[in-house]
């Protein structure tokens, strides 16, 4: 995969990254290519599955999802049958952007968006503490985003 991503190939990713729908010719000129030779990286790479698919981006903040708290959970149950129940669950949840499994005191970070703290609390009584397996919870409620971008490579 890393021969994959060479200096000409991370130009590309990032540019594809601002912009998806940038068309071959355009995005040839801006890496320095024409297009046949940029086509066919983008075709390599989608093919080694180092470009996954292309999607639109909303604003959330557009789409009045202001609120943006981290919940830790702690699992009474850490068998990966319990884990896989809980992973299930949890992709179902429209509300959460992000879920990760960590390491440390807790067994799962998970990222809520949602319009406010009321509308926070109904996502986490009737959807996140209903997960199975779930033990305990503890939330964080972003004041402010720093930094939140698409990574980009370098």
């Known amino acids: 995969m890393s021969d994959l991503l060479d200096p000409i190939n991370r130009k590309i ?13 355009e995005l040839a000129a801006r890496v320095g290519l024409s297009k046949t030779p940029v086509t066919q990286r983008v075709r390599q790479m989608e093919e080694a599955g180092l470009i996954t698919g292309y999607r639109a981006m909303l604003s959330p903040m557009k789409l009045g999802l202001t609120h943006v708290t981290y919940v830790e959970v702690k ?23 992000e879920c ?9 970070l998970i990222k809520v968006r949602s319009r406010d703290m009321v509308h926070f609390r109904q996502i986490m009584a009737e959807k996140i503490s209903a997960l199975p397996g779930l033990h305990a919870t503890s939330s964080f409620v972003s004041m402010e985003a720093v930094v939140e971008h698409n990574w980009t490579p370098t």
């Open 13 to 25: 990713l990032a540019e594809l990254l601002a912009n998806a729908r940038i068309p071959m010719s």
């Open 75 to 97: 699992m009474s149950d850490t068998r990966q049958s319990a884990l896989d129940k809980f992973n299930a669950g949890v992709r179902n949840i429209p509300e959460v952007e």
């Open 100 to 108: 990760y499994m960590i390491a440390g005191g807790y067994d799962y």
